[in-house]
């Protein structure tokens, strides 16, 4: 069994950066894919980025292209999302996640089965 543990989010202005992390433990870990989601008051869940455990091919929703940077470290199985430029549409819960689903399902809920909890992203204008 696997936990995910979000960190890093908070409150920053427009314009700002956060560094988001999340860390995997308890038990055997060897997902195909992992992710980040975001999910605003009132919204769906959308995806944001995801990354390939093993090789580190990376995928971005358009709308983050260019500002938003996944990472990842195995050897300490953690997960990074860097964020710049930061707009107030970007205002959500983010959530890290971890799959071994087929690239085509990549930016679907359906294709993960662990998450963390959520850390909150606040940007003010």
């Known amino acids: 069994q696997v936990q995910l543990l979000e960190s890093g989010g908070g409150l920053v202005q427009a314009g700002g950066s956060l560094r988001l992390s999340c860390a995997a433990s308890?038990?055997?870990?060897?997902?195909?894919?992992m992710a980040w989601f975001r999910q605003a008051p009132g919204k769906e869940r959308e995806f944001v980025a995801a990354?390939?455990?093993?090789?580190?091919?990376?995928y971005y929703t358009d709308s983050v292209k260019g500002r938003f940077t996944i990472s990842k470290d195995n050897a300490e199985r953690s997960l990074y999302l860097q964020i710049n430029s930061l707009k107030p549409e970007d205002t959500a819960v983010y959530y890290c996640?971890?799959?071994?689903?087929?690239?085509?399902?990549?930016?679907?809920?359906?294709?993960?089965?662990?998450w963390g909890q959520g850390t909150q992203v606040t940007v003010s204008s």
């Open positions: 308890g038990g055997s870990f060897s997902p195909t894919y």
């Open positions: 996640t971890a799959g071994r689903g087929i690239l085509s399902r990549v930016t679907q809920t359906t294709a993960y089965f662990n």
């Open positions: 990354i390939r455990w093993n090789g580190g091919h990376t």
